[in-house]
């Protein structure tokens, strides 16, 4: 089992920034892959970003050039880097751990842990 808190989220004008932190119960290098979503009102949550155990990442078309995903794995803690924000950034964003699980009749899959989420709203 992981265990996700996230923080860092608030009201900020367009053009601010950001930071967005995500705590891990158990160590993220052990983690296959982790990343950040975002839900907006009436909408899917959509995929902001991702970090796998070797660095490699993937960032949504809206948001490249502007945020970054890194980590910290002394303190089993995601990041998000979110500049010059945009009123289109406003959701509720969630911590996500994809971790690598055996199961008893499909064998090793991937599992998904979520955070609770944290609001950002930017404001025109």
């Known amino acids: 089992q992981v265990q996700l808190v996230e923080s860092g989220g608030g009201l900020v004008q367009a053009g601010g920034s950001l930071r967005l932190s995500c705590a891990a119960s158990?160590?993220?290098?052990?983690?296959?892959?982790m990343g950040w979503y975002r839900q907006a009102p009436g909408k899917p949550r959509d995929l902001v970003a991702t970090?796998?155990?070797?660095?490699?990442?993937n960032y949504a078309d809206s948001v490249k050039g502007r945020f970054t995903i890194s980590r910290d794995n002394a303190k089993n803690t995601l990041y998000l880097q979110m500049n010059s924000l945009k009123p289109e950034d406003t959701a509720v964003y969630y911590c996500?751990?994809?971790?690598?699980?055996?199961?008893?009749?499909?064998?090793?899959?991937?599992?998904?842990?979520w955070g609770q989420g944290t609001q950002v709203t930017v404001s025109s």
């Open positions: 970090i796998s155990s070797d660095d490699l990442t």
């Open positions: 158990k160590r993220i290098v052990s983690i296959n892959r």
């Open positions: 996500n751990a994809v971790d690598l699980v055996a199961t008893l009749y499909k064998g090793t899959i991937e599992h998904d842990y």
